[in-house]
Nanobody
Framework: VQLQASGGGLVQPGGSLRLSCAAS????????MFWCRRAPQKQREFLAL???????VYADSVKGRFIVSRDNAKNTMYLRMNSLKPEDTAVYSC???????????????WGQGTQVTVSS
């Protein structure tokens, strides 16, 4: 099982970006999916969670600006980021609780990060 995050880049303050996190491989089912970020010299920060049924939880720092969604048919999660601020600059990563085709247990899988830079 692999997770691939994409969609990062350079954006001006106030702008928007959409990140994607695609899971592939021997997937039986995916439970919760998460977005996190890590800014320079800071600890990893939880941003958003979306369940298989579409329920969502957001960190206060992004509530009202970021929207998490998923397409279960494509095993893909998205993060729409609006009203971006310089302090949103970070490496954004995704995680998923995945049951693969050879196990009855759900395991955590992480995708590599994608850089988001908010600057004028």
């Amino acid at each position: 099982v692999q997770l691939q995050a994409s969609g990062g880049g350079l954006v001006q303050p106030g702008g928007s970006l959409r990140l994607s996190c695609a899971a592939s491989g021997s997937i039986f089912s995916i439970n919760n999916m998460f977005w996190c970020r890590r800014a320079p010299q800071k600890q990893r920060e939880f941003l958003a969670l979306i369940s298989s049924g579409g329920s969502t939880v957001y960190a206060d720092s992004v509530k009202g600006r970021f929207i998490v969604s998923r397409d279960n048919a494509k095993n893909t999660m998205y993060l729409r980021m609006n009203s971006l601020k310089p302090e949103d600059t970070a490496v954004y990563s995704c995680k998923a609780d995945v049951r693969n085709t050879t196990s009855s247990a759900f395991l955590d899988y992480w995708g590599q990060g994608t850089q988001v830079t908010v600057s004028s």
